[in-house]
């Protein structure tokens, strides 16, 4: 009995009417089949990048929201034009690096997108860091001045009110960031925890396509990094909201007796001492936006996660939505060819039997290959493949892989499959 049979094909055999024996010394047949190249591709996608609210009403919406006398913005904006034609819901290819056919490898740089607006969005945030930074030193000088002049107060009280309108806006802006962290989160870990359990359990052989141990761990040790940042960030907002929410209350109590006209310069001299606190632990949270838009920029540039052809690749131009496909690449290995055998053939081969693979569009006799895969079931073939069984009749799906190169996707092709046993060992005479 040939050592190469698998008990599957065995068992299917059995149940279709057959008798797998007298593998041992019998003369190899061929079994000519006809197969289609597979389509095997490795897709780079389009990134889910954060795209900040557009308003295009030309100020002939309601925008609500106390406006900042410092950036000159409204804390919220509505745009009902935004939302009817979509604006931010795709994102643009600016610069594309590599062709149809190029050879690529892993971490190349492949195709860069549109993160204007997330540029934008660090800009805006280092702006808002740096005025709460400049708020420290207004603050200060604040408290000398109290020393001197009574008058200065009332400067003091709209420093106050100021101050408060601005614990607001970036309370707003932190809890936003903190549940986008918090959403992202789990993500992050069930992909860390997908990645972890395929390397756990990495195949001693893994298939054809399966990514490598290298490029598994890889992906962990990106994976591990990001879920720190954002923990590192998560754990940051949390620790300066209860403090923001204290200071609020703190600055509005003050309000209140400048209001009141209750405190003294001593008083007035402390809350503004307060605030300065206040503002320098803002300005230190306003940190957290900006490594989240500096993240969003990075994604804008996607790379090759493995080595190959290019098959096809976006425009500069084409607007794409996340997820998309923006590049698809044939990884570089040898191909594989689907067919489709009759129980009769199937009789005559097992897994590891020589092969050879010829085309119209080859030249000599095609090239060499090997069987390594038997369904373990039969089926009536799909009638978009090329088969010489007619799709009415069920058939075994099999496997073929080529020794060397590629072959073209999606090409029909001709096997011939030298057989491990001859169509006489399944005869009455040899059961």
Not at 5 to 19: C, D, E, Y
Not at 204 to 232: D, H, R, S
């Amino acid at each position: 009995m040939s050592s190469r049979r698998l008990p599957a094909a065995v068992a299917l055999a059995t149940a279709l009417g057959l008798t797998l024996s007298g593998c041992s010394g019998a003369t190899s047949s061929a079994i000519v089949a006809s197969g289609t190249v597979d389509t095997t591709l490795t897709l780079v996608t389009a990134p889910t990048l954060t795209v900040p609210a557009v308003n295009l009403d030309a100020g002939f919406t309601t925008v609500t929201g106390r406006r900042d006398p410092v950036s000159g913005r409204t804390a919220n904006a509505t745009s009902s034009a935004a939302a009817t034609f979509g604006v931010g819901s795709t994102i643009a290819v600016t610069h594309v690096r590599v062709a149809e056919g190029d050879t690529v490898t892993a971490g190349q740089e492949l195709v860069v997108l549109d993160t204007r607006m997330q540029r934008a969005q660090i800009a805006a945030a280092k702006a808002d860091q740096k005025v709460m930074a400049a708020n420290v030193d207004l603050l200060a000088d604040a408290i000398d001045t109290t020393f001197d002049k009574q008058a200065d107060v009332e400067d003091a009280k709209q420093t106050v009110i100021d101050a408060i309108a601005k614990v607001r806006s970036t309370r707003a802006t932190l809890l936003k960031t903190r549940h986008q962290l918090e959403k992202a989160l789990p993500q992050l870990r069930a992909a860390l925890a997908q990645v972890e359990a395929m390397i756990a359990n990495y195949p001693p052989v893994p298939p054809p396509g399966y990514p490598t141990l290298a490029e598994l761990q890889a992906k962990a040790q990106a994976l591990a990094a990001q879920l720190g940042q954002l923990k590192a960030g998560l754990k940051k907002i949390n620790a300066a909201l209860p403090k923001l929410a204290a200071g609020l209350k703190k600055a509005k109590a003050a309000l209140r007796k400048i209001n009141d006209g209750l405190a003294g310069i001593a008083d007035a001299r402390g809350t503004l001492r307060d605030q300065k606190e206040l503002v320098e632990l803002q300005a230190e949270a306003l940190k957290v936006p900006i490594d989240v838009a500096r993240a969003q920029v990075t994604l804008g540039t996607l790379t090759a996660p493995v080595d190959g052809v290019v098959v096809s690749v976006a425009h500069v131009g084409t607007q794409l939505a996340p997820g998309a496909t923006v590049v698809s690449i044939r990884e570089d290995q040898p191909s594989t060819v689907t067919a489709w055998l009759s129980p009769s053939q199937l009789g005559q081969v097992c897994v590891g039997d020589a092969a050879r693979i010829a085309g119209d569009w080859m030249s000599g006799d095609g090239v060499p290959a090997s069987l390594t895969r038997i369904s373990d079931s039969s089926e009536y073939p799909p009638t978009s493949v090329a088969t010489d069984e007619v799709h009415l009749t069920r058939a075994v799906e099999v496997t073929l892989t080529t020794d060397t190169g590629q072959l073209p996707a999606g090409a029909p092709v001709e096997i011939s499959i030298q057989g491990c046993r001859t169509a006489a060992d399944n005869t009455d005479s040899n059961r």
